[in-house]
């Protein structure tokens, strides 16, 4: 049974996710602050932590931190700040994703279940499809359809490898233009601009309209199997 540690100060929410998540067979545990979610999550090991940044001790980007010091557990937030800014740092601190109050019940079960379909695979999928093309991640290699190879340029594998490592994950830019070119390069989004579109021109059957190569406007990209 996947356990969920749910992290809000207000009572109403906390109470409709434990029995919305426990009628759905999760195992579930709350906490309503922030000292007490990281004490929480060291000892009961969660395998998802969904989590809001208004927090009345820590701030929730703290805490954030104080989990990836030791755990890779994925982190939704939950939160009422709907500026991007707020998203794009919350994804910089190490969340995986982001979902903005008020909510579904629906729309954040679909998020918890995204997300706990993508926390193995990582490095265990040397192979990812991107709609009619095999990428075989350990061999660097890219296979139409119809067995025509595509090639890429080394920065082009770079960054798609992150995608395709992280599927339905939304990477932020600065971690792509970190992870890719450098920390001096944080600024630099028309780079990944310039090269996403590339990979879609080889990719994409539209590349006008792309289906698993997506843009996150101001956020970030994701890679949609």
Do not use: C
């Not at 101001?218 to 949609?224: A, C, K, L």
């Amino acid at each position: 049974m996947t356990r969920v540690l749910v992290v809000d100060d207000e009572p109403q929410i906390l109470r409709a996710l434990r029995i919305n998540l426990r009628a759905r067979h999760y195992e579930v545990e709350t906490a309503a602050d922030g000292t007490t979610a990281l004490r929480r999550a060291g000892d009961w090991h969660p395998d998802l932590i969904v989590l809001d940044l208004g927090l009345p001790d820590i701030e929730g980007l703290e805490v954030i931190h104080g989990l990836r010091g030791w755990t890779r557990t994925p982190i939704i937030v939950l939160s009422g700040r709907a500026g991007s800014q707020d998203k794009v740092e919350a994804l910089e601190a190490g969340a995986d994703d982001y979902v903005t109050k008020p909510f579904t019940i629906e729309e954040l079960i679909a998020r918890i279940r995204a997300v706990g379909r993508r926390a193995a695979p990582g490095e265990d999928a040397p192979t990812a499809a991107v709609g009619a093309h095999t990428v075989d991640l350990a061999a660097k290699t890219i296979t139409a359809a119809d067995g025509t190879p595509v090639r890429l340029t080394p920065t082009e594998w770079h960054l798609l490898e992150i995608l395709l490592r992280n599927p339905g994950k939304l990477i932020s830019q600065g971690q792509l233009l970190t992870e890719v070119w450098g920390p001096s390069y944080t600024r630099e989004t028309h780079y990944l601009r310039q090269y996403m579109a590339q990979l879609r021109r080889k990719l994409e059957p539209d590349p006008t309209r792309p289906r698993h190569l997506l843009t996150e406007p101001g956020m970030g990209y994701r890679y949609q199997p």
